[in-house]
């Protein structure tokens, strides 16, 4: 065995060469503007959005006033979005996965925010702190039909599968090309504890990217001990709205940014030049009325494009959630619009035309009695903010819950409690309740569950109780669909001279889709270059790259 480790060990070794052959150039742009006398219109008010205003007054010197935020909704935060009250419900459409040491561009910004609920601390210190005093250790991270906890420590690997990682760890992205994962990897795969952990963390679909796959493996290497326990991830003191789009919008709004909601961006007006883009009018709808903003020397344009959350729905504990395939949300129509016959813009029909290959469905769960939420944490061994994920392997729906630390709002009474759960399979018909999940109302999914905990005695207690909201996300995992190299563009594309991309559809090469960290740094990206600042996001962590670390993972191939 010592013989394997070693030669187990070249390979890892192997495999951190390999990954370095896949980091692109940063183009600076060529524009010198004069910062004091700019103005910057950012199309889309999530956590992207949001950063490229932080990022444009503290490194860019752009004053807030000359900062506008143009958002189609009422309320800013994009996926990590949170609201409701304790009188009716709340609804968390979904929670980024964070990790403290290796999302540096974000917690490099937010250590420059001052929290909203602690005097005299950042935003990164109150998250740190939390994270230090509430430890997650998952006692029931993957279960099977009979309520079982499996033993996750060990990852049910086959020779075959061990290989298959191996392979994929030293191939090139060119090399993955157009495949996707179980294109790649044998069906045993699938059916290994691993994947279950893996898939339901950072919802994977069998028929998502295996080029994306890879840059997860290559990414969160150092994450692949702990995946049972999921002790490196991050959780925030409330939800990610409260905990970091709040204090965000608050310290924009007290440097004078303008925050434009309600307003739809509909179009981009382009000077007629052949070598050279730029962005002259901005189009918006705003109260059933069309406007424009009209762009002068210097001004900017920085613009999300696609959307996780777009088209989301929500039903009711006696209505589904509907699904919504027309694309009335102005992410997917605008990027579409702007990218007719501009190639260097990317194709959004390559990740907004397989809404049965990126849909899946969330719910989240108001309860005025704990006792559910007590029979989980007495069943899981885990209190509530200290397990993480529980996924039920053999659920029609492959279906998780998330019980997080109470209170998980700010504005939530200590007899309140609120957990939240999702299906990556929302069209399979229920184990108990023979209905598709995307047809379920909320009183149905939550039967669903209390059956797979084997509590159904206590069912119409619990139901007595409750109040949940489904929630259908059409495109929730479309960044995960297959594409090639310029389906999703550089953060500034090719020949533009006032116009960035931002957000999980622009191309950062290396990092990783679907998280919070790749919404900062498309931002910092964005700011950096179109102003012409002589500085860079801060360098993607290379877990591969550390000795230890890649033992580490060698050792848990054999697990």
């Known amino acids: 065995m010592k013989t394997l480790h070693k030669k187990l060990l070249s390979i890892f070794l192997i495999i951190t060469v390999a990954a370095l052959t896949s980091c692109g150039d940063r183009k600076n742009a060529k524009n010198n503007i004069p910062r004091e006398n700019a103005r910057a219109y950012i199309v889309g008010g999530g956590v992207a959005g949001l950063a490229a205003a932080a990022f444009l007054i503290r490194d860019g010197k752009v004053p807030g006033k000359n900062i506008h935020i143009i958002e189609e909704l009422k309320l800013t935060g994009g996926a990590c979005d ?24 974000t917690w490099e910004m937010l250590k420059d925010i001052p929290s909203i609920y602690t005097p005299g601390k950042s935003v990164y210190q109150e998250v740190k702190e939390f994270n230090d005093k509430i430890k997650t250790d998952a006692r029931a991270r993957v279960i099977d039909k009979n309520r079982n906890k499996l033993d996750a420590t060990k990852m049910g690997f086959s020779w075959r599968d061990r290989w298959d990682m191996i392979r994929l760890g030293v191939m090139s992205e060119e090399a993955c090309g157009d495949k996707r994962i179980n294109e790649f990897f044998s069906p045993h795969f699938f059916n290994t504890t691993f994947w279950y952990m893996w898939s339901t963390t950072f919802a994977f679909q069998p028929w998502h990217s295996l080029l994306e796959f890879k840059r997860y493996n290559d990414r969160f290497i150092h994450e692949f001990p702990r995946i049972n326990t999921l002790e490196g991830v991050a959780r925030t003191p409330y939800n990610q709205y409260d905990s970091l789009v709040l204090p965000m919008q608050k310290w924009l709004e007290s440097h004078g940014v303008n925050f434009v909601m309600g307003t739809k961006v509909t179009n981009m007006s382009f000077k007629k030049d052949v070598k050279e883009t730029t962005v002259e009018k901005i189009h918006y709808t705003q109260n059933g009325k069309t406007g424009e903003f009209k762009l002068k020397e210097g001004d900017i344009v920085i613009a999300t494009i696609g959307s996780m959350t777009a088209d989301s729905s929500l039903g009711s504990m006696n209505t589904p959630a509907k699904l919504i395939t027309g694309q009335k949300d102005g992410a997917w129509s605008l990027w579409k619009k702007i990218a007719e016959g501009r190639p260097e813009f990317g194709n959004p029909s390559k990740f907004c035309d ?24 007495e069943w899981s061994g885990n209190e509530p903010g200290t397990g993480a994920l529980v996924t039920f392997k053999d659920s029609n729906w492959y279906h998780s819950i998330v019980v997080a630390y109470q209170p998980h709002f700010r504005n939530q009474p200590d007899n309140i409690k609120v957990f939240w759960g999702y299906g990556l399979f929302p069209d399979k018909i229920g184990n108990y309740v023979k209905k598709r999940m995307s047809d379920c109302t909320g009183e ?32 929730i995992t479309a960044q995960f669909e297959m594409r090639k190299p310029g389906d999703r563009p550089l953060v500034v594309p090719e020949g533009s ?45 290379k877990g591969g790259h550390e000795i230890g670390v890649l033992w580490d993972a060698a050792w848990t191939l054999f697990r």
């Open 497 to 541: 001279t006032n116009l960035a991309f931002i957000g999980q559809f622009a191309e950062v090469p290396e990092d990783v889709v679907f998280t919070v960290e790749y919404s900062f740094r498309t931002a910092a990206t964005a700011v950096y270059q179109l102003l012409g600042i002589d500085k860079e996001p801060p360098a993607i962590y």
């Open 444 to 475: 149905e999914i939550l039967t669903e569950l209390v059956y797979t905990l084997k509590l159904e005695k206590h069912l119409p207690e619990i139901l007595k109780s409750a109040t949940v909201i489904p929630c259908m996300m059409p495109y």
């Open 82 to 105: 949170g609201i409701g009250d304790p009188d009716k419900y709340y609804v968390i459409r979904g929670g980024r996965m964070m990790n403290l040491p290796t999302y540096e561009t």
């Open 354 to 377: 397989h809404i049965d290959e990126s849909k899946w469905f969330s719910y989240t769960v108001t309860l005025k009695d704990p006792l559910l939420i007590n029979k989980i944490a």
